[in-house]
């Protein structure tokens, strides 16, 4: 395009104007236009909005990276450096035109303000402080003020800590911008992040969380200055110095004013300020900012586009050339420049440059965006790569840019390598949108996009994980807001996707990494209606569903509530409640009340069968068997009942009906030798003998056990005797016994395996029983034994003959 007939018009204001809105309004309403951004995050933004509304067939989004070209697009979205100009459209309009002041890209603004054209109609958008030396580029432009829609004013020092929501603060670092959003994410919840170096797709997941309230702050470099569209009320400068490029120096007060800007938004009012500890802003910037008024531009950077490609010595002196007006500075020693100086005395590039289209192919090749800027030589050694193949009119091989793209393709790693790598694709991106470049430049585009998109969610994702703790978010809502997003999955205590710990014994116990104080506090509050609910469940639950574990915890509906103690009393050990932080008194006492009336039952319903109807006919010495049983276990050896004498014969038929078996050596309970009954004594004997954890019974019920290693005081207390080397159940005591004494009354030898099969044992361990219970015992062979009485009985091992 070149200047013409076009009228030239200025739209000059500060942020929050509009401007950029109104230009694409006034572009849709030509049959073609084309609109240059200063970001391409902008651009695609844009972009998205033009699609949406008018058909993604009517426009084309061109930045160095990305190109949707459809087959006949009427408008075109692009970046300010990659404007195809070439293109005849009837509007044309350059955004952020006060750029041209920029020492990294000022050149490229000046350009477009002296070259691009519409063919009807040109806007250039931007700052006041471009007006004097626009009226001196341009002499016929029309100049239109654009009023801000709201106020901005300065509101002084604030900590991270007080920050409203709806703030960004701006820091211009990446190491700045992540200690910023830690400290946010500790105190608020979480940050959104926006750098630079992050692509499109990782920038728009990112604002998402921010624009959609998930996150009520934003931390960014001075990107969001060049007119990112976000909801922010106020702005927090974390920093008043920044690194441009080439040396630290203070922001002027119109970079302040274009980042302050971005606070309030249309007709809403918005604030500035700085973070503690940055001090205040100086008045006179303050004034500057809130009036909007900053001193005019002196200079603009220039660069000569009208190169010479006859020889190298021509290039550079045309790329040296000055420039036309003296307020224009002329820009020297860029990065492009740099690479062509640096490729030139290398002998492979010498060699190649056999034509003037050898040299403009080579300077194409310089301007390859360096978007990695490490500083290691990495960029320089590629340009010098592509420069072989494409100086003499060759192609990139495929092989070698699908080769690179594969080591890409990886999704491990921190922040910064995740970065680094989609700066990498970004470069080999850049490199297959440049026309013959490459063989098949629509696959790599693809594959290079698929790629880009992969790193992009991975980046997203860390950034999320980092910054980010929806926990804490989470707690900032209302207990009303929290329970109803609460998910309980058995103990599983989930909000969404987020694992926020577990309840256990009625207390909530955080995953790793949930340690705010807010959301244990709103978990806590938003679990008090499910531990209400887990209360009444235990209220209405049987006895039976209450069990005791070896700990002596008191468990039921799969948690644990209460832990039994030692006490004097055999059948009342002690309760106690364990800690059930869920639960205010109210309803630790209703766990209490009902806990307690189990206690009460758990031994009672042992000796239930002692209390039917019959027990009130029992005399002194029925009822003294019957105490005594109690304080036993149920089991009580003849010799300790001196009232059993006493006992008439209907006191012992009525005893027998009572399930009370009296017999030679003991007196017992036969419902209380095996089955719950056996575990409840063990737990009751173990508690009141201070045994943790507690003992347990033989398992499988047996009856009879080695009495060797065993514990012989417990045993005798769940109804065994020592009977030779066996601890024996006392009902099958008393069998062995009564048929022992059938046997001696026989003159013939017996088969001694109802025995065996009674007690469980060997042929040798029956033996032993036998004679410790007072029998002589003669054996011919295993199923022929002779036995007599002894008159003696043995409490252990005893002898026999053979």
Not at 78 to 90: G, I, K, N
Not at 275 to 290: I, N, Q, S, Y
Not at 637 to 664: C, K, N, S, Y
């Amino acid at each position: 395009m070149t200047a013409g007939i076009s009228r030239v018009r200025a739209l000059l204001g500060p942020t929050n104007t509009g401007k950029t809105h109104r230009a694409v309004q006034a572009m849709l309403a030509h049959r073609s236009g084309m609109i240059g951004l200063p970001l391409r995050l902008l651009a695609r933004e844009v972009y998205d909005r033009i699609a949406a509304a008018r058909g993604a067939d009517q426009v084309a989004l061109v930045t160095g990276e990305q190109k949707l070209i459809p087959k006949a697009p009427r408008w075109w979205v692009c970046t300010v450096e990659a404007m195809p100009l070439d293109r005849r459209v009837a509007f044309l309009a350059v955004d952020e035109v006060q750029l041209a002041g920029d020492r990294n890209r000022g050149h490229t603004f000046t350009d477009r303000i002296l070259h691009a054209r519409g063919t009807l109609e040109t806007w250039f958008l931007g700052s006041p402080t471009v007006a004097g030396l626009l009226q001196q580029l341009i002499p016929d432009v029309e100049f239109d003020d654009a009023p801000r829609l709201s106020t901005l004013t300065y509101a002084g020092e604030r900590k991270l800590t007080s920050l409203p929501n709806r703030s960004a603060v701006v820091a211009f670092s990446a190491e700045q911008v992540y200690a910023h959003a830690e400290r946010l994410r500790s105190v608020h919840g979480g940050a959104a992040v926006v750098l630079g170096a992050l692509s499109p797709r990782t920038r728009n997941a990112q604002v998402a969380l921010y624009q959609s309230g998930e996150v009520g702050h934003l931390v960014a470099t001075d990107a969001i200055g060049m007119g990112l569209n976000m909801d922010v009320e106020h702005v927090a400068f974390g920093a008043l110095r920044k690194y441009d490029g080439r040396s630290v120096r203070s922001l002027s007060p119109a970079e302040v004013g274009q980042i302050a800007g971005r606070a309030g938004r249309h007709k809403t009012d918005g604030t500035f300020g700085t973070t503690a500890g940055l001090g205040p802003m100086p008045d006179d910037m303050v004034r500057a900012v809130e009036q909007h008024r900053f001193d005019p531009l002196a200079k603009l950077y220039w660069r000569n586009t009208a190169l010479d490609f006859s020889d190298p010595e021509a290039l550079l002196r045309t790329l040296g050339r000055p420039p036309p007006h003296p307020f224009l500075i002329p820009c020297r020693h860029e990065d492009d420049q740099k690479a062509l100086e640096d490729l030139l005395v290398q002998q492979p590039i010498r060699d190649r440059l056999s034509a003037p289209e050898a040299l403009q192919r080579l300077w194409e090749i310089c301007q390859v965006p360096d978007y990695r800027k490490d500083l290691t030589g990495a960029h320089a050694r590629l340009l010098g790569e592509l420069a072989v193949h494409r100086m003499e009119g060759g192609r990139v091989p495929q092989l070698l840019v699908e080769e690179r793209l594969e080591r890409l393709d990886r999704t491990d790693g921190d922040l910064e390598t995740l970065m680094a790598r989609i700066s990498w694709i970004r470069t080999w991106t850049y490199v297959s949108h440049q026309r013959n470049w490459t063989e098949d430049a629509k696959a790599l585009q693809e594959r290079a996009r698929a790629i880009e998109d992969r790193l992009s969610d991975a980046l997203h994702t860390q950034l999320t994980q980092r910054f980010v703790d929806r926990r804490l978010l989470l707690a900032a809502g209302d207990a009303g807001q929290l329970e109803a997003r609460l998910d309980i999955e058995g103990d599983e205590v989930r909000a969404g996707e987020l694992q926020l710990g577990r309840i256990e014994d009625l207390s909530f116990v955080p995953a790793t990494g949930v340690t705010a104080k807010r959301v244990l506090s709103a978990v806590r509050r938003a679990l008090k209606s499910e531990a209400l609910r887990r209360v009444a469940a235990l209220e209405s639950l049987p006895d039976s569903d209450i069990t005791v574990a070896e700990d002596g915890s008191v468990t039921a509906l799969e948690q644990r509530w209460a832990r039994l103690t030692p006490s004097e009393d055999l059948l009342r050990p002690g309760l106690k409640l364990l800690r059930i932080d869920l639960l205010q008194p109210a309803g630790r006492d209703r766990v209490r009340e009902r806990l307690r009336g189990w206690l009460e039952r758990y031994a009672d319903d042992l000796f239930r069968p002692l209390e039917r109807g019959p027990i009130h006919q029992l005399g002194p010495a029925g009822k003294g068997v019957v105490h005594q049983l109690r304080q036993r276990l149920g089991t009580v050896d003849v010799e300790e009942l001196v009232t059993l004498p006493e006992l008439t014969e209907e006191e012992r038929r009525i005893l027998a009906r009572l399930d009370v078996r009296i017999g030679t050596a003991t007196v017992y309970v036969q419902t209380l030798l095996r089955g719950p009954a056996l575990e409840r004594k063990a737990v009751l004997w173990s508690l009141h003998h201070h045994h943790k954890p507690l003992l347990t019974p033989p398992p499988n019920g047996p009856t009879s056990v080695p009495a060797e290693g065993a514990n012989l005081r417990f045993l005798s207390a769940l109804g065994y005797r020592q009977i030779g080397r066996r601890m024996a159940r006392v009902d099958m005591v008393e069998r062995v016994l009564a048929q022992a004494r059938r046997w001696t009354r026989s003159r013939e030898p017996i088969d001694p395996a109802p025995v065996l099969g009674w007690l469980g044992c060997s042929h040798e361990d029956a033996m032993f029983a036998l004679e410790s219970l007072g029998f002589r015992v003669m054996v011919e062979a295993p199923d022929r034994v002779h036995v007599a009485k002894s008159g003696k009985r043995r409490g252990g091992r005893g002898g026999r003959r053979r």
